[in-house]
C-alpha cells in the first residue's frame, strides 16, 4: 500500500518568507510526528499527533513554528519568518498507534533551504 | 535527559566482512530500542527493534540485543554486502514519551567489493 508522502520534496525560499510543508500519512494511522534533520545529525523530534491533537509540541524550537492536523490525516508544519539556521530536511512519521514499541513509518522528508 | 550514542563513521569494510556498530543510550526505565537505516536517496525505514531487556531483535541477517546492564544496543551482522552500504540510525522511545523517538547521529557504513 502507499506509504508517507511528504511535499514538496524540496523548497527552496527566501530568509524572512513564510513556508507550509505537507505529510500525507498511511491511511488509518492515527500518530503523527514530524522531525527535523540536520546534515549529518539524527533526527530530532519536533512535535506529536494523536487524532487531530498535538499531544506534545515540545520540540519545536521556537514559536515561528507552527502544525497543524485539522481532519486527523494529513498535516501541515509551517513556518513563520524563515531564517537560515531552518534549513534541514523535515520528516514526517505515522503509526497504527502509539503503544510500546509501535513501529513508525517515514516519509522521504522535504528538502528546505533558506537562502 | 534520554539520549543514545552511537559510534561515529565511516565505518568502511570489505564485502562479507563482520560488522558491529557500537550503541549506547541514557533513559529512565525501560526504553524501546531501534535501528533504522537510510539507503542512499531512500528514507528511513526500520530496521529492527526491541522492546525488553534481553529481547534480540533480527532482521535481513542483522542482529542487535537489548542489554540492560550496559545500557546497549549493539548492531551486529556476520557477513556484508555492498548492498547494505548505507546510514544507520540507533535510536530510543522513552516509556510514557508517545513513543517519540531519539536519535543518535548516524554511522554511514560503506562495504567494498
Known amino acids: 500500500g502507499a506509504g508517507v508522502s511528504q511535499t514538496p520534496s524540496n523548497k527552496v525560499t527566501e530568509k524572512g518568507k513564510y513556508v507550509e510543508l505537507r505529510c500525507d500519512p498511511i491511511?488509518?494511522?492515527?500518530?503523527l510526528y514530524w522531525y527535523r534533520q540536520s546534515l549529518g545529525q539524527g533526527p530530532e523530534f519536533l512535535i506529536y499527533?494523536?487524532?487531530?491533537?498535538?499531544?506534545?509540541d515540545s520540540g519545536l524550537p521556537n514559536d515561528r513554528f507552527f502544525a497543524v492536523r485539522p481532519e486527523g490525516s494529513v498535516s501541515t508544519l509551517k513556518i513563520q519568518r524563515t531564517e537560515r539556521g531552518d534549513s534541514a530536511v523535515y520528516l514526517c512519521?505515522?503509526?497504527f498507534g502509539s503503544g510500546r514499541g509501535e513501529t513508525q513509518y517515514f516519509g522521504p522528508g522535504t528538502r528546505l533551504l533558506v537562502l | 535527559g534520554d539520549s543514545v550514542t552511537q559510534m561515529e563513521g565511516p565505518v568502511t569494510l570489505s564485502e562479507e566482512a563482520f560488522l558491529t556498530i557500537n550503541c549506547t543510550y541514557t533513559?529512565?526505565?525501560?526504553?524501546?530500542l531501534f535501528w533504522y537505516v537510510q539507503y542512499p536517496g531512500e528514507g528511513l525505514q526500520l530496521l529492527l527493534k526491541?522492546?525488553?531487556?534481553?529481547d534480540k531483535g533480527s532482521n535481513k541477517g542483522f542482529e542487535a540485543t537489548y542489554r540492560k546492564e550496559t545500557t546497549s544496543f549493539h548492531l551486529e551482522k556476520g557477513s556484508v554486502q555492498v548492498s547494505d552500504s548505507a546510514v544507520y540510525f540507533c535510536?530510543?522511545?522513552?516509556?510514557?514519551?508517545?513513543?517519540?523517538?531519539?536519535f543518535g547521529a548516524g554511522t554511514r557504513l560503506a562495504v567494498h567489493p
Open positions: 535510536a530510543l522511545s522513552a516509556p510514557g514519551g508517545y513513543n517519540k523517538l531519539i
Open positions: 533513559a529512565t526505565g525501560y526504553p524501546s
Open positions: 526491541a522492546t525488553k531487556a534481553d
Open positions: 512519521a505515522s503509526s
Open positions: 491511511s488509518g494511522h492515527t500518530a
Open positions: 499527533f494523536q487524532g487531530t491533537g498535538a499531544a506534545d
